[in-house]
């Protein structure tokens, strides 16, 4: 009796277990077979408390929707959606009973990414940490220029103005509509600003303009912020950029949020990266018309953070 009773419990008890340990499906939807992209996966699998499943996709938009509509007969509990491609595929494809979850997504505004089931993590900053480096690495510089073509970064300038008077800083905004028109806003800003940041804009996030913000930075002994490690490699003096593994990590918290704590996607603002990496170019540093201490009180600045640092000679 006491076998058939302890069976009975047993058939009663274990579906249910089974049903409770039974972790969450999050499929994860690459738009290319980047490294950053893998990066960004490694980084989502030590933070999320879900099984995780990988899919590429081609270059083809119209293959990329097949793709998500055979998601949609899965219902996993959630899609990460990693790069432009996937990011809107998936804001097409998706019922709304589906969430997504966009990273490493550039100018993602420009993509319509909003709905009731989405949300991200941005690739660009509101430059608060880029202009407390500056500080910190120049004490005396008060006006940052910041090269861009109005009709596609006014809101990114806008939040730089914000962040920068914070810190004791003013932007100088440096309109361009065309490239050919750069070397000549460049030269009227001479004397006018203490230093450069570069915005993600479609119009000077390019690599001639960059070399030419590279040069007129050069020429006039003050600091250039990049955007990313390579264009500090390239001559500018420093960058604070996401590290995709952190996005990783962080687009993993925030999947525990969704899933598990029901939180709406949609109802979530789209959130500004947590983890950032530092790089500086030692040889752009000494061209600085400020003293050599420069490099080392950036350092204590991304000791302070947290930041990790890369050097380039």
Do not use: W
């Amino acid at each position: 009796m006491r076998g058939t009773g302890l069976a009975l419990l047993l058939a009663v008890l274990l579906p249910g277990m089974a049903a409770a340990q039974a972790r969450p499906k999050v499929v994860a939807v690459k738009s290319a077979a980047l490294a950053p992209y893998a990066s960004v996966i490694a980084g989502f699998r030590a933070e999320a408390n879900a099984d995780v499943q990988e899919v590429m996709l081609d270059e083809s938009s119209t293959a990329a929707a097949r793709v998500f509509k055979t998601l949609v007969l899965q219902k996993p509990s959630l899609v990460l959606a990693i790069g432009p491609l996937a990011a809107n595929a998936a804001r097409r494809s998706l019922s709304e009973d589906i969430p997504v979850l966009f990273v490493m997504v550039p100018y993602f505004e420009k993509y319509g990414l909003e709905g009731p089931n989405v949300t991200g993590i941005a690739l660009t900053s509101d430059y608060t940490p880029e202009l407390g480096a500056l500080k910190a690495m120049v004490p005396k510089a008060k006006r940052v220029g910041i090269l861009h073509d109005p009709r596609f970064s006014a809101k990114q300038v806008q939040a730089a103005q914000e962040a920068a008077s914070a810190v004791g800083l003013t932007v100088v905004p440096l309109a361009v509509e065309a490239q050919g028109k750069v070397e000549k806003v460049l030269g009227g800003a001479e004397g006018k600003v203490d230093a450069l940041l570069m915005v993600a804009d479609k119009t000077v996030a390019n690599a001639a303009v960059v070399q030419a913000l590279i040069a007129f930075a050069t020429e006039q002994k003050i600091p250039l912020v990049g955007l990313t490690s390579s264009q500090v490699k390239e001559g500018a003096t420093l960058s604070l950029a996401p590290s995709p593994t952190s996005i990783g990590q962080q687009a993993g918290r925030l999947a525990n949020r969704i899933i598990h704590e029901k939180v709406n996607p949609g109802a979530l603002a789209v959130a500004q990266p947590e983890g950032m990496d530092l790089a500086i170019s030692l040889t752009a540093a000494r061209k600085l018309s400020s003293s050599c201490d420069a490099t080392l009180e950036l350092l204590r600045y991304a000791a302070k953070q947290d930041f990790p640092v890369k050097v380039h000679e």
